[in-house]
């Protein structure tokens, strides 16, 4: 069993769980990830380590409440515990000294990218961190980033925060800047998002990494269900990635195999909604 140090949060729908595991704070690097369970036979789901503190002993999980299961485990209060901690999981992230770095942050994607963005950051790269979201009220993290990044975009599709639009038009401006554009791109958010960027930066030569989401079982490359296609390749997201090379990713596979469940998911969180009623 796990406790729950803290439990807030952070936007709609997406919380900040603080969670005691000594082994997994102690082992963690960025970019790896570790799978969950609230209790005994209910859903693994696997959540990025957001952050980690090997001497307190506890890992920073970013959970979006968007399923039956993700609900029920962003419901466990401080002082409850968590089943089931499995990690920690995945490759890490890529970490070298690029140069000028763009890391690019989608909705709840941008907490996937604070761990990567905070690691090349301190790998000593010069950091532009561009984040975004629907409305001012999904933005997160943008204290916590700008506090490394040596500059912060914010976009917002309805212009309540920052530039209205999409992240892709401040990374547009970045690459025909001579002494902005980057020479690596870190991007993590939604899966058009990710897709544009990639096209973005293809004409230009920058490479370009993505984190992945595919449905994800077991996270040891033993089910086959985070299969996706990398240069034409079948790789596994749970111990091949969670991060590729973007230009080599199939998209139009990855959102095929992420939309296989969603009536088995509806049909969940109206059991959940309707059990929760009664």
């Not at 089910?223 to 034409?232: A, H, K, L, T």
Request: glycine share 10%; net charge neutral.
């Amino acid at each position: 069993m796990f406790e729950v140090v803290s439990n807030e949060v952070l936007a709609p729908d997406l919380h900040r769980m603080q969670v005691k595991a000594p082994r997994v704070a102690a082992a963690r690097k960025a970019g790896q990830f570790v799978i969950v369970r609230s209790a005994k036979g209910d859903e693994r789901i696997p959540l990025t380590i957001g952050d980690a503190d090997p001497v307190a002993g506890a890992i920073t999980l970013f959970i979006q409440a968007i399923g039956a299961a993700t609900r029920k485990l962003v419901a466990i209060p401080a002082g409850g515990f968590i089943r089931d901690v499995a990690g920690p999981l995945g490759m890490p992230t890529e970490i070298e000294k690029w140069g000028r770095v763009a890391c690019i942050g989608g909705g709840v994607g941008t907490a996937v990218l604070y761990p990567m963005a905070k690691a090349l950051a301190a790998a000593g790269n010069s950091v532009m961190t561009v984040i975004g979201g629907r409305s001012k009220s999904l933005i997160i993290l943008a204290d916590q980033l700008s506090a490394f990044s040596d500059e912060l975009k914010i976009t917002t599709e309805d212009g309540s925060l920052g530039r209205q639009g999409f992240v892709t038009a401040e990374l547009e401006v970045m690459i025909a800047d001579p002494e902005r554009r980057p020479d690596a791109v870190f991007a993590v958010g939604p899966v058009p998002m990710m897709r544009a960027i990639a096209e973005q930066t293809r004409p230009h030569g920058i490479k370009t990494i993505v984190s992945l989401n595919p449905i994800m079982i077991d996270g040891t490359g033993m089910c086959g269900g985070c299969r996706v296609v990398i240069q034409g390749k079948s790789k596994f997201a749970c111990v091949d990635g969670p991060e590729f090379d973007a230009h080599q990713v199939d998209f139009d596979i990855l959102i095929d195999r992420l939309s296989m469940y969603q009536k088995e998911e509806a049909h969940a969180c109206q059991l959940a909604s309707t059990a929760t009623k009664a």
